[in-house]
């Protein structure tokens, strides 16, 4: 009699399911990660891109693996032809909009080919400085091109013609000059791969011009792969990449929301997204509550800002506030090459609790292990950062929380990220509850700091304005209102000495020394030949003045330097309005160009947005009134997403 079998369905994302079949040391690999099963997305590309020879566009939450969901398909596509890529031939190239991302990128590749015989046996030569060594079957052999200081361009040439690499990854600046070189070669021949990590910031306007530069040295005919966790936000530019008949891989979650509907969303089930609405004088405060309450303690934070020049400013002064045993560590994109690096791997490698503050240089892509928490103290000028911002906690399955800090007048938020299904509820665990006595204390704290050392005012004063810039330059214009700033709240916020002059606050009637009194003369620099060179030049002036004066004691001499110094401030000060309207105008000019210039797509899309900016709002006010009976006065907190957890993607396992 026939044995009796049964038929037990094998796991569609076990890796010895996956079709064509893995290789052996592929196998050894991902289980040596201890990867169990395929991600939702390794398993749904590696047929179309590995196995298959389509073009794809894959949009996928974050942290969900995309990396290895192009990295599998590009070396089994490598290895799998008859000879090893030609001397000085590229096989594949894979494009990241910033160095850390490229760098993690090259890091994973290189841990993967480890595993693989004939290329692992290459990675120790090319440190050397002979010729990389031929061979006879085809091996990986990667090249990152870091950009900055980290390596010259002419550097990344000599490890070209050197090691004779035959996948690069790069940033596109860095790449454009490597293409550029005639012993560079891309012909069809060999060329099987081009993929762009986090594609829809790389078809930003700001890459277009390199990438239109790659994309020249390139031959038409290749598999192209885009990878994002919102791809969809560049629909109308994907045409300029060149895709054929590309496939569309959408990951989703499906999330159940309050009254049973199933809604999708495009961030994980395993992050948390909350908000918390504050006045800016309160945020500092809540984010010191938030690290003391939440438990477990976060071990790894980041904390988003808006600009550089607030994260100089913020590593100075947070120290002070932050509860003990976190250890802070600030990282943006106008620091040296060096620091850049030093600073990256201080938080990827920290043991003890540790915060990264930062701007959106680190919003995306990267994957710092056990972050649990991500603060957005300023939400992001870029509609589009905010989840990639939120996704670098709640990675590959593991429980994250987000929190992004919201004034009352910005509250159309809520709808809005709603409308673009990254739903935010508001932070309920832990309680966070402070009182303006709380906010007065944090204020007079940061005054200390920066009282101690002049330099710290200055930067205050230069972060602050860059602040502001950036908020006027909120795509979200009409909820992020210049207008509706509170300035005396957001000087305390700062813990700023005075307001700084600048246009935006000409018509400002309140107190600008934001009821500080000290003596400026006696305010001194901590670095001894910067107060040195402060001391001269205020001796100098004081010696111009008395020798103007010229027996100014006289009441004559008086009268007469009264009126020079009337005429001068109001001189000044005209000249100042002068020169603010001519800014102004010339950035009216520079708008107009910009908009000029702009693809009937790119103008489309910018429509768009002021379109869905309409909509939030009527919903936001029809909602409001429909809980408020009629009332439709401006308000926040009308909208607020269920985060049921019905969810299709929970993780990994
Ligand atoms: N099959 C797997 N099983 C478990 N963990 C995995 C698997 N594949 C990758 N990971 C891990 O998941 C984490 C996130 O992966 P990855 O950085 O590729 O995410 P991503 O989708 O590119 O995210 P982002 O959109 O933020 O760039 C990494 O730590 C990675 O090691």
Redesign the pocket.
């Known amino acids: 009699m026939a044995p009796d079998v049964k038929t037990v369905k094998k796991d569609p ?1 076990a ?1 010895d399911a996956l079709t064509p079949p893995l290789a052996e040391w592929i196998l050894d690999a ?1 289980s040596s ?7 939702p ?2 398993a749904s590309v590696w047929p179309l891109f590995g196995g298959g020879n389509k073009d794809v566009v894959v949009e ?10 192009f990295l599998l398909p590009l070396v089994h596509r490598i290895l799998r032809l008859d000879e090893p890529t030609k001397r000085h031939h590229v096989a594949a190239i894979i494009v990241a909009p910033t160095k850390e ?1 490229a760098g ?1 990128i090259h890091g ?1 590749l290189t841990s993967l080919i480890a595993f693989h015989p004939q290329s692992s046996e290459i990675l120790p030569l090319l440190n050397g400085e002979e010729k990389r060594p031929e061979t006879s079957s085809p091996v990986i052999v990667p090249q990152l091109l870091s950009g900055g200081s980290t390596t010259t361009p002419a550097q990344d040439l000599s490890f070209f013609l050197r090691a004779s690499p035959n996948v690069l990854i790069s940033t596109p600046g860095r790449l454009v000059e490597l293409l550029s070189s005639p012993h560079v070669h891309c012909p069809q021949s060999s060329f099987e791969l081009l993929i762009l ?2 594609a829809d910031r790389l078809l930003d306007l700001g890459f277009k011009a390199d990438l239109q530069k790659i994309l020249s040295r390139l031959p038409k005919q290749r598999r192209t792969g885009l ?3 919102s791809v969809s936000e560049a629909v109308g530019e994907i045409i300029r990449v060149g895709l054929r008949n590309p496939v569309k891989v959408a990951v989703k979650v499906k999330s159940l929301k309050t009254g049973g509907i199933i809604e999708e969303r495009r961030t994980p089930a395993s992050l948390q997204m909350s908000y918390l609405t504050t006045p800016a004088s309160h945020k500092l405060p809540s984010l010191v509550q938030l690290l003391e309450k939440l438990d477990p303690r976060p071990q790894r934070s980041i904390i988003f800002l808006s600009t550089c020049a607030a994260v100089d400013y913020f590593a100075h002064v947070l120290p002070a506030l932050l509860p003990e045993g976190f250890d802070l560590v600030s990282l943006h994109g106008k620091y040296d090459a060096k620091v850049r690096e030093k600073n990256f791997a201080k938080f990827l490698n920290a043991v003890q609790p540790s915060i990264l503050l930062t701007t959106d240089v680190a919003a ?4 710092f ?1 056990q972050v649990d928490l991500v603060v957005q103290i300023d939400p992001p000028s870029d509609p589009k950062s905010f989840l ?1 911002r939120c ?2 906690a709640g ?3 593991r429980r994250g929380l987000s929190v992004i800090f919201l004034q009352p007048t910005e509250m159309d938020y809520v709808p809005f990220l709603e409308v673009r299904k990254t739903p935010i509820t508001p932070l309920e665990y832990p309680s966070i509850s402070v009182s303006d006595a709380d906010a007065d204390a944090i204020t007079s704290r940061i005054r200390e700091t920066v009282k101690r050392d002049r330099a710290l005012h200055d930067k205050a004063q230069k972060a602050f304005v860059s602040w502001v810039r950036s908020y006027s330059k909120h795509t979200a214009s009409s909820i992020f209102r210049i207008a509706d700033l509170d300035w005396t709240d957001l000087g305390h916020a700062w813990g700023l000495l005075r307001l700084p002059k600048m246009p935006e606050l000409r018509k400002f009637e309140g107190d600008k020394f934001l009821g500080v009194e000290m003596d400026w003369n006696a305010y001194a620099y901590a670095k001894k030949d910067r107060e040195k060179q402060r001391l001269a030049a205020m001796q100098k002036s004081a010696e111009e003045k008395a020798a103007e004066g010229n027996g100014g004691k006289t009441a004559e001499g008086q009268k007469e330097r009264r009126k020079r110094n009337a005429e001068a401030w109001s001189g000044k000060h005209e000249k100042e309005d002068e020169r603010a309207e001519r800014r102004e105008k010339k950035r009216r000019k520079r708008e107009a160009e910009r908009r000029q210039a702009l693809t009937d797509e790119e103008r489309a899309k910018e429509m768009d947005l002021e379109r869905l900016l309409e909509e939030v709002r009527r919903r936001n006010k029809e909602k409001y009134a429909a809980e408020n009976g009629g009332d439709v006065k401006r308000q926040g907190n009308a909208v607020a997403a269920g985060n049921g957890d019905d969810d299709e993607f929970q993780g ?2």
């Open positions: 994302r890796w991902v990660m201890g990867f169990a099963r395929a991600t997305v390794q996928a939450v974050t942290g969900s693996g995309k990396t290895l969901s991302l993690q994973t990590d986090e990878f994002s966790a995306r892509g990267l994957d292990p990639h996704g670098r990675r590959a399955g990994f396992d």
